[in-house]
């Protein structure tokens, strides 16, 4: 509490430099680039699949290793560890570069080798970003604007797939050729991100916490084992964990089951795709980013999960034809957009202290997305055994977020970092 007393009246003040919305895009551009790669994977895995006669276990393996999985937790634990001990801008500027070396591989892969690789090396780097940046985005949104502003990260994270699935779409005549230009064009935008990034300032939140702080151990990743910690980890990583089996699921592998189950082309399967992230977006704008910040979280939260229980269930219940596939799509990336992962990013950032921050943001990332990669490795073997059985175990993933959503939910909206570090102390 004296922490946050300290820093208060500093952080009062006017911030001089680049505007927060310039800095909020430039690190929210690593959820463009996560999501980018995750659904360049899916848009790519069945003409992979098809190319290299791959199996459904080695369908499963790129999944579970991609950068929407295992290698992204891994990347997201170290990552958050070192931000804390380091400052935000470090990790943030650095590991698109490596970031950039994983890509090559897969924009020039020729053997189901390369492409295991080249995510697990993705995925690595994507993951680190992702608690720099989120942390860095709340600390320097205005004060009482955190969810607008973690809403402008939001929308880069689906318009990665928009623009990766728009030009799926063009690029499809191309095949193979085609989906090399894609992962080419993440490659670039690192190399590019990497200089636009250097010029960002480190933030202030972080240096003057780090000044104040004369104990090192204060900011030891043992320090989230304590009770209030430790119980707000449990409750994000049951509520985004739960939901993001589903989103994972969907994400990676919902147009190679259009394509596989659902009889749809490859353009298609694609095309519908990118209208989820494309309603996203607008959901995003006109709902989470203009009333989270006023109105009652937690039943903003509800709402969306109960539309995304009902619209899961319709492929549960009836055959998986086009306009079933439509009428899904519409209730889920309506609700999605002021959903878990919207929440999930604005709350990691609000239920911890500074130093402890991107530390548990992290470890949380981390539990949630390995967790979906040991579940991906199974969803083609589940897939071939019948597709509804996999849709109503997803039914049931998004219940349970649901549940533990509405039951540990913070209700935190209007309020400042030093107020909520307060209360909490």
């Known amino acids: ?55 459904p276990t080695t369908i499963g393996l790129i999944g579970a290793f991609s950068a929407n999985a295992i290698s992204a937790g891994v990347g997201a634990l170290i990552g958050g560890v070192l931000c804390d001990r380091f400052g935000r801008k470090r990790i943030y500027q650095y590991d698109m570069l490596f970031y950039a070396f994983g890509m090559a591989w897969l924009t020039f892969a020729s053997a189901p080798w390369m492409i295991v690789l080249g995510f697990v090396l993705v995925g690595l780097a994507v993951g680190a970003d ?9 600390e320097i949104a205005p004060k009482r604007e955190r969810a607008r502003y973690s809403g402008i990260a939001q929308i880069l994270w689906y318009l990665g797939p928009v623009v990766v699935l728009t030009l799926g779409l063009i690029l499809a005549p191309f095949g193979l050729l085609g989906i090399r230009f894609i992962f080419g064009h993440l490659l670039v935008l690192a190399l590019v991100l990497t200089l636009l990034r250097s010029r960002m300032r480190e933030s202030r939140y972080w240096e003057e916490a780090r000044a104040a702080d004369d104990h090192a151990e204060r900011s030891d990743w043992r320090q989230l084992l304590q009770p209030k910690y430790l ?37 298609a399967s694609v095309a519908l795709q990118a209208l989820t992230f494309g309603l996203g977006i607008v959901s995003i704008w006109f709902v989470f ?12 939260f509800l709402v969306s999960a109960l539309m995304q229980v009902g619209g899961m269930a319709l492929l549960a219940v009836l055959p998986l ?53 040991v579940f991906s490795f199974f969803v083609p073997m589940l897939t071939a055994t019948g597709f509804h059985t996999l849709a109503w175990i997803l039914v049931g993933f998004l219940l349970v977020s649901a549940i533990i959503g509405w039951l540990g939910a913070p209700r935190n909206e209007g309020k400042s970092l030093e107020e909520i570090e307060a209360e909490r102390a």
Do not use: C
């Open 1 to 55: 509490m004296q922490q946050a007393e300290a820093i208060a009246p500093t952080l009062d003040a006017p911030q001089a430099g680049p505007s927060p919305m310039r800095d909020s895009i430039l690190a929210g551009l690593a959820n463009y680039i996560d999501a980018g790669s995750i659904v360049a994977g899916s848009a790519a895995l069945a003409l992979w699949a098809e190319l290299y006669s791959m199996t």
């Open 130 to 138: 992702i608690p720099a940046s989120w942390s860095l985005i709340a």
């Open 231 to 267: 119980k707000s980890m449990l409750f994000l990583i049951g509520m985004y964990g739960f939901w993001n089996l589903w989103a994972g699921t969907n994400g990676f592998f919902f147009p190679y089951i259009l394509r596989t189950v659902g009889g749809q082309s490859q353009q």
């Open 289 to 300: 980013m203009k009333l989270s910040d006023k109105v009652n979280q937690r039943a903003l």
């Open 321 to 373: 034809t086009g306009p079933v596939a439509v009428v899904h799509i519409v209730i889920m990336a309506t609700a999605m957009g002021f959903g878990a992962q919207s929440f999930f990013q604005l709350w990691s950032a609000e239920l911890f202290p500074t130093l402890l921050r991107s530390t548990a943001q992290g470890v949380t990332f981390a539990v949630v997305r390995i967790g979906l990669g």
